[in-house]
């Protein structure tokens, strides 16, 4: 059984699009995160949800939306889809403060 | 703002040798640092971690140092086996905060 699993793992969309990306932790944590892994590797967070509440919202561009409608799920929604949105999204859940643990990756290709 | 910074984007070694890679923090206020493995096409996997109120932590092969003062910890692995070849990314957190930042990650290759 994955732990963190999310869908699509690959997904290849033209600009303009709307599109969403799904993400189910079967760990019982509490928190659940997006990170984004950008060209240079980095992974850097882009939401952080405690019980389904909002604790983390980085420096993020307004189209892209979570969504949690349980503490097991937390969802992203991406709006007007832009060249510079190409990445692999990871979503991720722990305890609070303690090891996360990751799911496989979305590969995101805007084209 | 880069508050985790690994240095050194690829590091190879000869297998059974050891591999050592090295992580630097800004932030004073991390007290939990941990390491990651990620293999292509995969999500990054837990390795190892390390309280801040220690200065060492082993687990089989692996070995994490963490030198508080100097705000820099590294992961030794020894012997390399080329199984270990992956990204390995260094992160590092404030306990009971939601919020954990990663370096760029060292992709390590172990040689045959």
């Known amino acids: 059984d994955t732990a963190v699993s999310q869908t699509p793992k690959y997904l290849v969309t033209q600009m303009g699009n709307d599109k969403s990306i799904k993400c189910e932790q079967n760990l019982g944590h509490d928190t659940m995160y997006w990170y984004k892994q950008d060209s240079k590797k980095f992974l850097k967070i882009m939401f952080s949800y405690n019980n389904k509440e909002l604790i983390i919202n980085e420096t993020v561009p307004n189209r892209f939306s979570p969504k949690s409608p349980d503490k097991a799920h937390l969802n992203l929604h991406i709006n007007s889809l832009e060249l510079g949105d190409s990445a692999v999204y990871f979503c991720a859940s722990s305890l609070p403060g303690n090891t996360i643990y990751f799911g496989e990756g979305s590969w995101l290709t805007v084209v | 703002d880069q508050q985790v910074k690994q240095n050194s984007p690829s590091l190879s070694v000869q297998e059974g040798r050891i591999s050592i890679l090295n992580c630097d923090y800004t932030?004073?206020?991390?007290?939990?640092f941990l390491w990651y493995k990620k293999y292509p096409a995969e999500g990054p996997t837990f390795l190892i971690s390390?309280?801040?109120?220690?200065d060492k932590n082993e687990d089989g092969r692996f070995t994490v140092f963490l030198n508080k003062s100097a705000k820099h910890l590294s992961l030794h692995i020894v012997p390399s086996q080329p199984g270990d070849s992956a990204v390995y990314f260094c992160a590092a957190t404030i306990s009971d905060n939601n919020d954990m930042r990663f370096g760029a990650g060292t992709r390590l290759t172990v040689k045959p």
């Open positions: 932030n004073s206020m991390f007290d939990y």
């Open positions: 390390i309280s801040s109120i220690k």
